[in-house]
């Protein structure tokens, strides 16, 4: 089984690539925005656990993003794999993942990292900005702050998967096409 985590900065193409990623192996995606919401729409205990915290503007609790992930894994049993988006985001998450996972027979095949210089983080978010309409996108302010942010929060992560072997810089620069290449070589030595 392929579990894999596609980590990187804001910019660096993770959307583009973990929906390849997705078609190329036959992976399920796990993106714990999209189940916050599903669960949230469906009206589920845990759902409904999470928008009590997200109506007074706190973080939902790992414990109830954990439960949602454990929903999914037993929902879809015979999945080939899974392509982590959004989770984790610390190394608190990252052992409850693993330990969610190895209760199920399960672990984390390698963490692939999108590496992408910052001013051209800057440049595909600007534009991007211009073609979405996202206002997120179109203020370098906002977009240094986010780069920021990310690079303070998981570095930690980078360290824990290192230290178990499981962490794979990919070069995130150039066409679609050449990152969804070397995320296939990178693949193809994790030895599943």
């Known amino acids: 089984m392929l579990n894999l985590i ?10 583009t690539q973990a ?6 192996f036959k992976l399920n995606h796990i993106s714990t925005g999209n189940l916050l919401r599903r669960q949230i729409a469906s009206g589920t205990e845990l759902g409904l656990a999470a928008k009590s915290y997200m109506d007074k503007g ?6 109830i993003v954990i439960g949602m992930i454990r929903t999914k894994l037993l929902k ?27 209760e199920n027979g399960m672990a ?4 692939l990292c999108l590496e992408v210089e910052k001013k051209e983080l800057i440049d595909r978010l600007l534009y991007r900005g211009i ?20 690079t303070e929060k998981t570095m930690p992560l980078k360290d824990y998967y290192k230290a178990q072997n499981k962490y794979y810089r990919v070069d995130g620069t150039g066409s679609v096409e050449k990152i969804a290449q070397r995320l ?9």
């Open 184 to 192: 296939i070589e990178t693949i193809s030595t994790l030895g599943t």
């Open 58 to 63: 706190f973080l939902v609790p790992d414990s």
């Open 131 to 150: 073609t979405s309409g996202r206002p997120d996108d179109q203020d370098v302010s906002i977009i240094e702050n986010r780069i920021q942010v990310y």
């Open 76 to 102: 879809n049993k015979e999945a080939n794999g899974y392509v982590f988006d959004g989770f984790p985001r610390t190394v608190a998450q990252a052992k409850s993942l693993d330990d969610l996972l190895s």
């Open 108 to 111: 984390i095949s390698g963490m």
């Open 6 to 15: 596609l980590f990187g900065p804001p910019g660096a193409g993770k959307g």
């Open 19 to 24: 929906d390849f990623l997705i078609e190329k």
